[in-house]
């Protein structure tokens, strides 16, 4: 299997003030073409710091990070911003849509962002809303979408320029028990299409889902 995540000994540290927060502690993980690896941890034990890095929302104190065999650590923030946009694709728990927009507009703004033309972003998002299974309600702006719609939204707004690798942040937190099930299975459909999947959980019920399942407290991977 072709390696397309690899961290060695990184570390994350906040400073507040006077107090000091090691958030990774000389973390080492590797992740492979086409897997779905979720991540599971208590609130404060470094997943999201760890998601991320491996996002390229944020950089390590120490440590390398390896995305297809590139070394991000070493990147500018514009350089980094180039390559996350063409390669990975974000779930969050709180979904970001914007209000004023419809499905398809949300779908449609990282496209225009990238410089994506009209026509072809149109067809793109048309296509990720289809595939979630929000081609009737396209036109529909947030508030006028349930919450496991709005989740789905959001999820063809991350798959709508195809990246390779999805990272979802505890991307059924915000969800009853049916839409829930209805996101994860989008995610698992995605990864039998190739897609790496990195999910962020609390819960061990949805860790489940992965095929990997990988355990972190206090900034640390203990399995």
């Given at each position: 299997m072709k390696e397309i995540i690899r961290l060695e000994n990184v570390s994350r540290t906040y400073h507040t003030g006077s107090e000091e927060l090691n958030a990774l502690k000389n973390v080492n993980l590797k992740i492979g073409s086409g897997e779905f690896v979720a991540v599971i941890g208590q609130s404060g034990s470094g997943k999201s710091t760890l998601m991320n890095i491996l996002g390229c929302l944020d950089t390590a104190d120490s440590g390398k990070y390896y995305l297809n065999r590139t070394d991000i650590s070493s990147l500018s923030e514009k350089k980094m911003a180039y390559i996350r946009?063409?390669?990975?694709?974000?779930?969050f728990q709180s979904f970001n849509l914007i209000p004023t927009l419809t499905a398809v507009e949300n779908v449609e703004l990282p496209?225009?962002?990238r410089g994506v033309g009209r026509h072809e972003r149109y067809v793109l998002?048309?296509?990720?809303?289809e595939?979630?299974?929000?081609?009737?309600?396209?036109?529909h702006k947030p508030s006028e979408l349930s919450g496991g719609q709005q989740q789905?939204?959001?999820i063809a707004r991350a798959i709508a320029a195809k990246?390779?690798?999805l990272l979802a942040d505890e991307p059924t937190g915000s969800l009853d028990k049916k839409s829930g099930k209805e996101v994860l299975n989008i995610i698992r459909s995605m990864?039998?299409?190739?897609?790496?999947v990195v999910m962020i959980t609390h819960d061990n019920s949805i860790a489940e889902s992965a095929k990997r399942c990988i355990k972190i407290s206090d900034g640390q991977i203990i399995s």
């Open positions: 946009s063409r390669t990975i694709g974000f779930i496209l225009m962002y998002a048309k296509s990720a809303l595939k979630v299974g929000l081609a009737e309600r396209m036109y789905r939204a959001a990246p390779e690798i990864n039998v299409e190739g897609v790496t």
